[in-house]
């Protein structure tokens, strides 16, 4: 039995021609008719290159000569310029027929995609233009924040604490002093960092949960005493990890003082916080107390930039975009449970 193929050809949503290989199609389905927005009569009276976008032309005829030289044409993507004036993208596969000196040929309209991808591309331009200008900013606060700091330990110099008889007082202006000093180290950390030219896996050192984790709460004392907040801490299943070391101390920061913040009132905040490895895996886990959030609501907006789920004046939104950028900037993960007023866990996964 003879089969019919015309239907095929008329009714296909591709866009199929037959081209000699003198340059004009012999024949042109009703689909690329309709597409290009010229008549058939049109379409068969002009070189196929007329209705090629003129910056395509060379590269499209060096591809049409290896056709010409047997070659079959798979890939190949150029822009034809409609009826209307405006250009269609087309991806090609394309076989010849060296006897016929014909080339049989399979066009897809891939016009959308190829905006979409425009569109990608200039999101992704803006994304790494306000990315470079956030990181100058950083650098340029962390960098001119250093000499009132300096300023203020040079005045804690200034203080004679031998006049100083209220032991509260005293014990006030040692810690007041520690802050400033642990502000100085954190400054100059962060300018160190932005130094580096982004090149974060150079940072790398061997971090300890348990030094990171005194530093943290002693810079945030007074917070702690104030909030009664107790630690339940173990770093035995795993003491030390190769980080970041100003990332780890901002994770640490940001979990801790959002466990504050976030507390229920009538009951003070308990920080869990355990590390563990086990078939390779390093897990950091913390747990606290506190108002928690409803996940399905919110569960996929937690790590967001800006993104608030409590009235407090404090919320910023930046805390746990912070730490979420901290842990997959290096390779690892960030996973959340919660429950409203039965706290939060976070399990952070780090790269092996």
Known sequence: MKLQLEPFFDLSMDCLCIAGYDGYFKKINPAFIKLLGYSEEELHSRLICDFIYEEDRERTALYRQSLKNNRPLVNFENRYVCKSGEYVWLHWTSIPVEDEQLVYAIAKDITHKKKLETERISH????????????????TTSHDLRSPVNNMLTLFDLIDMDNINDEDTAEIIDFLRLSVEELKTSLNSNVDVM???????????????????????????????KAKTQF????????????NAAYMESIFLNLITNSIKYARPDV?????????????????EYSDNGLGFDMKKVGHLIFNLNQTFHDNEDSKGVGLYLVNNHVTSLGGSIGVESEVNKGTTFTIKFSA
């Open 124 to 139: 992704l331009g803006h994304l790494s233009k306000l990315n470079q200008e956030l990181k100058q900013l950083n650098y």
């Open 195 to 225: 130094k580096q030219d982004d090149i974060i896996k150079e940072a790398l050192e061997d971090v300890h949960f348990e030094n990171v984790f005194e530093k943290v709460q002693r810079s945030i004392s007074t917070l702690v005493k």
């Open 268 to 284: 003070s905040p308990v920080v869990t916080i355990i590390t563990s490895e086990e078939n390779g895996e390093k897990v950091f």
């Open 232 to 243: 339940k801490v173990d770093f035995s299943g795993l003491e030390n990890i190769a980080f």
